[in-house]
């Protein structure tokens, strides 16, 4: 399933050369992990509150154009299936007008208990990633 929300692009994203500062692709990667937990109508305090953690074990982001301040841009989320010792979600940022590629990637995710164990991920997780 893949979700798709949008964001602006604000003047403090931008550095000096009016660009978005690379950082931030991961913080609008979250974004977009966050609304699609949120879509399959499980907010990310909900798993907390049931005493499970997702520690970025893994990323990546591959640039293709610079977003600029007050772009609206398109965060693309997607979970890869094929991943069983935790969870990997892909990516894709788009600026809205033009549908221009912005940037690619992905974050890969442990789960953890409470007491900072790794655990295999929950069943309640793989049922919402298995659903159509």
């Known amino acids: 399933m893949d979700h798709r929300t949008t964001c602006r692009v604000i ?3 931008t550095d000096r050369m009016g660009q ?3 950082g931030n692709y991961f913080r609008w990667f979250e974004i977009g992990r966050t609304e699609l937990f949120r879509a399959w109508g ?3 305090r909900d798993i907390e509150d049931r005493g499970f953690f997702l520690p970025v ?3 990546r982001a591959k640039f293709s154009a ?3 301040y007050d772009d609206i841009i398109v965060i693309e989320t997607s979970v890869d299936p094929g991943v069983k010792g935790g969870i990997k979600f892909d990516y894709r940022i788009y600026r809205e007008e033009g549908q221009t590629l912005l940037a690619e990637g992905f974050t890969r995710h442990a789960f953890v208990d409470r007491s900072g164990r790794v655990v295999r991920p929950p069943q309640f997780i793989r ?3 298995a659903a159509p």
Do not use: K, N, Q, V
Request: glycine share 6%; hydrophobic share 30%; charged share 20%.
């Open 11 to 13: 003047y403090g994203d």
């Open 20 to 22: 978005a500062y690379y």
């Open 42 to 44: 499980l907010p990310y």
């Open 57 to 59: 074990s893994e990323c």
């Open 66 to 68: 610079p977003a600029r």
């Open 127 to 129: 049922d919402l990633i």
